[in-house]
């Protein structure tokens, strides 16, 4: 049975598991919360790492929510981890055959993988503190496409919201958890899971449609642009989709008018939260 450590760096935790790469399962896995500066980082990556692994040398990927050189294997940065810049292979210090990856991409490859999807063009959109995105085309594998995918930046609005990426007006400052935590607190809820979760309050649903319409058209680009067949959702908020998804898709139908001459489907990712954890594992042993 191959194996591969997958580690899936979030804003608000991190993920590392032992990976079955040929029946796409998880061995063991551990989650902590992510650290606050790159010292604790560090060592909490290689203390997960020793763990999981118990003395194996086990090939490594790691998912990063941000820009990838994949040619250069460098981390080059994360708008919501802000200490994590041109992070190098290296730096790790460890023997282990490691390779970097944006966490959507590999997210997105763990769903090719897992699924055996060879053929269309998915666009794969992570909905967690911030918003990520993946195409892959034809079965096309993480970097191949040479275009780093930043979903969760394309500008939606002139002179709109400030984001954390220093912009104003991107998908990310209206359709997000930082995004939907602001109107969480005004709203009296204590997070975004249990904003979401009252969606069929009238006052909950007013707010949170309003805040679709940008995903909608951030999702409604996507076909248009790449004629995009297939759009996965998944991270925290898409985990609670079935509440949004009919208002969601009626959205992005409004806004594409190719609708009646194409075919398009929008659905929440079968691997959940293990998608990103099997990609970096798998993609680990394709270097
Ligand atoms: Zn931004």
């Not at 061995?27 to 992510?34: M, W």
């Not at 979760?197 to 995903?215: F, G, M, R």
């Not at 991270?235 to 139908?253: Q, R, V, Y």
């Not at 190719?258 to 293990?274: A, M, R, T, V």
């Amino acid at each position: 049975m191959p194996k591969a450590i997958g580690i899936d760096i979030g804003a608000g935790s991190i993920k590392c598991a032992l990976v079955d790469t040929d029946a796409h399962t998880i061995i063991r896995r551990i989650d902590e919360p992510t650290p606050i500066d790159w010292t604790s980082m560090l060592s909490t990556l290689n203390r997960l790492i020793d763990t999981i692994a118990e003395e194996e040398n086990y090939h490594i990927g790691i998912a990063f929510p941000g820009l990838i050189d994949y040619q250069n294997q460098i981390a080059i940065h994360c708008p919501n981890i802000s200490y994590i810049n041109n992070l190098t292979v290296d730096q790790l210090n460890r023997k282990n055959n490691i390779v970097f990856g944006n966490d959507a991409d590999l997210a997105l490859y763990g769903e090719q993988i897992a699924r055996h999807i060879t053929t269309g063009t998915i666009a794969y959109i992570t909905l967690g503190s911030g918003v990520g995105g993946a195409i892959s085309i034809d079965g096309s594998k993480p970097g191949e496409l040479g275009l780093p995918v930043e979903f969760g930046h394309i500008k939606l609005a002139s002179n709109g919201r400030q984001c954390h990426c220093g912009g104003n007006g991107c998908l990310e400052s209206y359709f997000s958890g930082w995004a939907l935590q602001i109107v969480a607190n005004q709203l009296g809820h204590s997070d975004v899971t249990s904003l979401i979760a009252d969606y069929n309050q009238p006052a909950v649903k007013t707010v949170i449609d309003e805040a679709l319409q940008y995903l909608a058209m951030g999702i409604a680009n996507l076909i248009i642009l790449f004629g995009a067949n297939e759009i996965i959702l998944n991270g925290k908020i898409a985990n609670m989709t079935h509440l949004f998804l009919p208002s969601l898709k009626e959205a992005i139908d409004k806004n594409v008018f190719l609708k009646p001459y194409c075919h398009y489907d929008i659905k929440p990712s079968g691997l959940i939260d293990e998608a990103g954890i099997i990609g970096a594992a798998a993609f680990s042993l394709t270097k």
